[in-house]
Nanobody, 123 residues
Framework: QVQLVESGGGLVQAGGSLRLSCVASGQTFSNYAMGWFRQAPGKEREFVATNSWSGGVSYYADSAKGRFTISRDNAKNTVYLQMNSLKPDDTAVYYC????????????????WGQGTQVTVSS
């Protein structure tokens, strides 16, 4: 079992930045690929970013490319999502997720999920 706890969400103006954190516990963090997903009100959950256990391979949704950066610190059992140039369309609950194996953009491929952290971007 892996427990995931996100933090760092909040209210920010358009153009601002936030850094989300996700701390993992329960298993060897470095065994897992990590992903960030988000769900806006009335919409399905969507992929944002993912990276490999080493952090050496990362994938991003088109909406995140050039603005968001996923990174991880295996010594701290933490994965981060740095979000810059935020837009109102980025408003959502952001979830981190973990899976054994390579990074993946599909949410059903992930085995463990956090509770989510709310990000609200005002115009």
């Amino acid at each position: 079992q892996v427990q995931l706890v996100e933090s760092g969400g909040g209210l920010v103006q358009a153009g601002g930045s936030l850094r989300l954190s996700c701390v993992a516990s329960g298993q060897t963090f470095s065994n897992y690929a990590m992903g960030w997903f988000r769900q806006a009100p009335g919409k399905e959950r969507e992929f944002v970013a993912t990276n490999s256990w080493s952090g050496g391979v990362s994938y991003y949704a088109d909406s995140a490319k050039g603005r968001f950066t996923i990174s991880r610190d295996n010594a701290k059992n933490t994965v981060y999502l740095q979000m810059n140039s935020l837009k109102p369309d980025d408003t959502a609950v952001y979830y981190c997720a973990a899976r054994i194996g390579p990074p993946n953009v599909l949410d059903y491929k992930y085995d463990y999920w956090g509770q989510g952290t709310q990000v609200t971007v005002s115009s």
